[in-house]
């Protein structure tokens, strides 16, 4: 995928930047109906992109001092008598208020920018109710996912789309050519069917992110469960030891590092089985089924929690010595070591251990801060697509093998240790290599040149079973597609 490619809206529908048709708008004169934050904040963005703004307001000389000096403020008549395209910056239910106004706006442009407080919670839009108050005027939703602190920062500082969307193609254009001046970029929605929808974009919390947070919850809870009975529940029952107080840091602490293992090699794990299902079925056209689809979308998501859980991790760790446990610890070792005239304490495969150790993590998480940081749009945006690439996938690659070196280190040779088998339960860590290492050994098979000539044909168009001349750039062999796996 190209740069360019990248910079294009999500949403399935046309955006307007760029298109020959719509001229600049700003000079002209435009209406706003309302005197509330959002119509202050497109005043002030109307006048700062160079358009002669009027103010109609119930109260003008009470609400003149809210607005900039540029910006007229008069009766709401007075107002839509002085331009074509009005700015309907009023909720829902004083949209009756307007009809004695009936008459001066026919023929007038009306943009329509309210939400709503819940999903669909009329049985008609907001826009398609203004238009049916107003059937002499032409309704144009807009503006409404652009936030009032968007409008006074700028296009630079939020989010630049501004979905637009009305029966009227003309009217379209018009709306158009005033969000491409205030430096925003117009996209076409359709119909003003359509304002339904965009009406329930700003009532979404999160929609990306809700199954990748139900997924680092579900790891969080089941690996704090597993490091509760070992750490707290085995010592009680076996020894009768409260330990009670380790769950809010020492469980805890235990349990973050689980999840960001996990969840960053979540992050790559789907990767592997679509390559898996690209070899066995030798295409790349075939769909991939509907979860792993979904999975693939959810990987930027998974990623951010992972580093996330791990920034929580580092932050716990630094923690634990300024625990009155860690201390009372402390002196009760040291008092044991005077007792038994212990002078030398020193075990040198346990520094080494630790020294590398930590050395890996702090590599580890700041890798997982450079991926983190270059998923963000303006970072990404930045980059082009073999860069963006290069961090997202191999970087983040080495980044798992690091914390598999981490988490390792973290283990040593305990792995081999009865007493570390709780309820004969094996080490939390054990576990938690299981879906790391195996992504690590795929990636490694990937990389056999037998397999990875094969995956690299399939990407490039080359379907088994179909008979076509397939040159690789980098050599000059030509292959049938035809051939069996033997013959790559």
């Not at 089985?273 to 070899?279: E, F, G, H, T």
Request: charged content about 20%; proline content about 5%.
């Amino acid at each position: 995928m190209s740069g360019g490619d990248m910079a294009k809206p999500l949403l399935g529908h046309q955006s307007m930047e760029g298109d020959p048709s719509i001229k600049p708008a700003a000079g002209r004169t435009i209406g706003v109906l309302g005197s509330g934050d959002f119509a202050r904040s497109l005043a002030i963005r109307l006048v700062c992109s160079g358009f002669k703004v009027v103010v109609g307001s119930r109260n003008p000389k009470r609400k003149a001092g809210l607005f900039p000096s540029a910006a007229e403020v008069t009766f709401q008549a007075e107002a839509v008598k002085k331009t074509d395209v009005i700015f309907v910056a009023v909720f829902r239910e004083h949209y009756s208020t307007l009809c004695d106004l009936a008459d001066l706006l026919a023929g007038k442009i009306l943009v329509d920018v309210s939400n709503n407080s819940e999903f669909n919670h009329h049985k008609e839009s907001n826009a398609e109710y203004l238009a049916s108050l107003f059937p002499a005027c032409t309704v144009v939703k807009g503006f409404n996912v652009v936030s009032a602190w968007t409008l006074q920062s700028g296009a630079r500082d939020g989010n630049k789309q501004v979905l637009i969307c009305s029966n009227n193609q003309e009217a379209k254009r018009t709306v158009a050519e005033i969000a491409q001046a205030m430096g925003f970029t117009p996209v076409d929605m359709g119909c003003i069917s359509s304002a339904r929808e965009i009406e329930n974009i700003p009532l979404r919390l999160l929609p990306a992110w809700k199954i990748p947070i139900f997924l680092a919850l579900g790891l969080f809870l089941c690996f704090f469960t597993y490091n509760l009975i070992r750490q707290v529940i085995h010592p009680y029952i076996r020894e009768q030891k409260n330990k009670l107080y380790k769950i809010p840091i020492e469980v805890v602490n235990t349990t973050l590092p689980c999840v960001a293992y996990v969840m960053l090699s979540l992050v790559y794990l789907p990767g592997v089985l679509a390559a898996c299902s690209q070899l066995y079925y030798g295409t790349k056209y075939r769909r991939f089924p509907d979860w792993l689809d979904q999975w693939l979308q959810h990987r930027k998501q998974i990623g951010l929690l992972s580093f996330f859980c791990a920034a929580l991790h580092a932050v716990y760790s630094l923690c634990l010595p300024m625990r009155r446990s860690h201390r009372y610890q402390l002196i009760e070792t040291a008092v044991k070591q005077a007792v038994e005239k212990k002078m030398n304490i020193w075990v040198e495969e346990e520094v080494w251990r630790m020294e590398i150790y930590i050395s890996v993590g702090i590599i580890a998480l700041g890798l997982l801060s450079l991926l983190a940081i270059t998923s963000l749009p303006s970072i990404a945006n930045s980059l082009n697509w073999r860069e963006f690439s290069f961090i997202q996938s191999t970087l983040g690659f080495i980044a798992l093998v690091i914390s598999t070196l981490h988490t390792l280190t973290y283990g040593w040779s305990r792995a081999f240790d009865e007493n570390q088998y709780k309820f004969y339960l094996p080490p939390t860590y054990t576990l938690t290599l299981l879906v790391p290492c195996t992504v690590i050994l795929a990636k490694v098979i990937f990389s056999l040149p037998c397999i990875q000539h094969r995956l690299l044909r399939i990407r490039r168009g080359w379907e088994k079973g179909r008979y076509v001349k397939f040159v690789l750039p980098s050599t000059t062999e030509e292959y049938s597609s035809g051939e069996t796996s033997s013959n790559v």
